[in-house]
């Protein structure tokens, strides 16, 4: 998700166009994304249920065409008395399970931006990690986990040294890539820091073929506003929920 803020406005309907420009992929784009051969190697599947290792990202997801014994795989998967976000689902889970939270998303998808290079943008590793999560803390982007970064490449920019402006590629469902983690240090909003990141990210991901989309929060009006300026349309609403496994429940 994108850098939550206060609610200012409305979140636009979305664009029954794009209905036929996608697929299932992006209706169940972290399933896709777990199932795929990019992001496989950090799976951890047990039959309907998939869920990243907890060092690169946080999601648990399940099939776009799971049935109700998928409960028992998540059980397995994760852990009698386990806490996690549940991603991709309208399912609802049974009664002894108890939802947290449930929060409202959005989807967004690429169908005019303006991709460049930014000369000023320079590519992050591990060795950027520690400096990483420090931005993250300040601005609240979204999960970013240690590993996280292995997931695609991230950019940056500096200023006297310092991390101050990043954004990355997170989800890779075939034929796509979610853009993630666009934040930008509060003493320097307001610069266009977040747009030239995200037009160099998808640079990066037009140049591989694939098409760049991204999620956030409904209720961050103000990153939508700023998608949608720069050419990403609006798909679809989605749901996501943290989700606690009673503990007496075996798989």
């Known amino acids: 998700m994108s850098q939550v803020s206060s609610p200012t406005s409305e979140v636009n309907p979305p664009d029954p166009s794009l209905d036929n420009t996608t697929s299932e992929i992006l209706d169940s784009a972290v399933w896709a994304a777990l199932t795929g051969p990019h992001h496989r190697p950090f799976a951890e599947i047990r039959g309907q249920a998939a869920r990243y290792h907890p060092d690169v990202a946080p999601f648990v997801t399940i099939s776009g065409q799971a049935d ?17 976000a549940l991603t991709g689902t309208s399912l609802t889970p049974p009664d002894d399970w108890d939802v947290v939270t449930s929060d409202g998303g959005v989807q967004l998808v690429d169908v005019a931006v303006e991709f460049a290079d930014d000369p000023e943008a320079v590519p992050l590793t591990a060795a950027d990690v520690p400096e990483i999560l420090a931005l993250i803390e300040r601005t609240k982007p979204g999960p970013f986990r240690p590993r996280t970064i292995e997931l695609g490449t991230y950019l940056g920019i500096r200023r006297d040294g310092a991390l101050i402006a990043m954004a990355g590629e997170r989800l890779h469902p075939p034929g796509w890539t979610e853009i993630s983690a666009v934040c ?17 990210v998808a640079a990066g991901i037009h140049r591989r073929g694939e098409t760049p989309f991204l999620h956030a929060a409904a209720t961050n009006t103000n990153a939508i506003r700023l998608y949608e300026s720069i050419g990403f349309k609006l798909r679809r609403r989605t749901k996501f929920s943290v989700v606690r496994v009673p503990e007496a429940r075996t798989a």
Not at 184 to 200: C, K
């Open 184 to 200: 930008t240090d509060p003493a320097y909003r307001g610069q266009g820091l977040a747009t030239r990141l995200v037009r160099a």
């Open 68 to 84: 109700e014994r998928v409960w028992d795989d998540l059980a397995g998967l994760v852990g009698p008395g386990a806490t996690f």
